[in-house]
């Protein structure tokens, strides 16, 4: 067989910012060959500057988060609070209240980012949603029951919103199996029906238990209010695990965009591929329920603005959402502090107030 078919490169990136599909004497570009390509695509000053542009709104959104609240600092009160050694009221705000509260929303914006993207393109559906597709429904009935019934092992949550949505992901493939393979409206159809099922159980398990609904209602809204570095330590670890791993993923992704025929002729195993790639886009999402509850929309709208800014190469959209995911996490929850203070909002209606216009939009563009 001619060598250049059996390349696993792919051919350079066009100017709109999809992957160009092989031509007819095969794949051209070779692993050697791809980055003298990229070096000549305009689109890179572009990416460059949007990923320094994402850097810097970052750190100002987490320099405001550190000094906007109910109680007001200044830059120099920080900065003291941050590197100084003397104990004060700024102190205690600054690393008991608000850096873990900065560190929650950076993780939980690249999780979510990084889970949308992996989904979006094992799906091959740009509606594709941890938040809609069931894996956080998975993730959020295994939470509500352990924070109902067994709170006193609390400390297991982030493990076991985990296996709840792994175990969302295999029962939506599952339904979705036929033929020796899955297709991704099956995929999308049997999500949102699981995805209904599982908020009917969560629904049900708080009306027999109301008496308790008060402790997870913050949690179900999504919220950061309250957490500090116990739930850092719990979540950051999965999160960085699979985000890691999410960012070697960049090749099989763009294998994906040449589409399943093309992809399988390359030699992408597409069942195992897909169910790896839908296992760490659910841990990544479980991970984020188990902390700050149900937020939504993230990873569907970030993946999208995320390719307007930089195409569709996964190697560079992977950093990008995970860098303007977290910038909008904690952009929304410092408004949610700030609009209505000192009363809080949750993190996730903010974002649901931006995001849900987004999807109709989305919706409408798709059909």
Not at 151 to 158: A, D, E, R
Not at 194 to 210: H, I, K, R
Not at 212 to 239: D, E, F, I, K, T
């Amino acid at each position: 067989m001619d060598d250049r078919v059996n390349t696993p490169a792919l051919a350079s990136e066009g100017r709109g910012g999809a992957i160009e599909s092989p031509g007819p004497g095969g794949v051209r570009a070779t692993s050697a060959s791809v980055p003298r390509v990229l070096s000549r695509d305009p689109r890179q000053w572009r990416r460059l500057l949007t990923m320094s542009g994402g850097v810097v709104a970052l750190l100002t959104v987490g320099a405001f988060s550190l000094c906007w609240g109910s109680a007001s600092l200044s830059s120099q009160e920080v900065w003291s609070s941050l590197f100084g050694v003397e104990e004060t009221v700024a102190t205690h705000i600054v690393w008991t209240l608000r850096l873990p509260r900065l560190l929650l929303g950076i993780l939980v914006g690249m999780s979510l980012a990084l889970s949308g993207v992996l989904l979006q393109a094992v799906m091959q559906n740009p509606l594709a949603d941890p938040g809609i597709i069931g894996v956080s429904a998975g993730a959020g009935l295994v939470a509500v029951i352990l924070l109902i019934l067994f709170p006193h092992v609390s400390g297991w949550l982030p493990a076991a919103a985990a296996f709840g949505g792994l175990g969302a992901a295999l029962c939506i493939y599952a339904l979705a199996w036929r033929d020796g393979g899955v297709s991704p409206l099956r995929v999308i159809l049997a999500g949102v029906a699981v995805n209904t099922f599982l908020a009917s159980l969560m629904g049900l398990l708080m009306l027999l238990y109301s008496e308790r609904v008060p402790a997870v209602l913050g949690w179900m809204a999504g919220s950061l209010n309250g957490r500090s570095w116990p739930h850092v330590q719990l979540l950051w670890p999965y999160a960085c695990g699979a985000g890691a791993l999410t960012c070697c993923t960049a090749r099989f992704l763009n294998l994906l965009l040449l589409g399943e025929e093309r992809a399988a002729a390359l030699g992408l195993r597409l069942t195992r591929v897909r169910l790896t790639l839908s296992a760490l886009a659910a841990i990544l999402a479980a991970g984020v329920v188990s902390i700050g509850g149900l937020i939504g929309f993230v990873g569907l709208v970030i993946p999208h603005f995320c390719r307007l800014l930089v195409g569709a190469d996964h190697r560079f959209l992977l950093p990008a959402a995970v860098i303007i995911g977290a910038t909008l996490v904690v952009s929304a929850d410092l408004v949610a502090r700030l609009v209505f203070a000192p009363l809080e909002l949750p993190v996730g209606a903010v974002l649901a107030l931006l995001g849900a216009p987004y999807f109709l939009w989305l919706l409408r563009k798709e059909g």
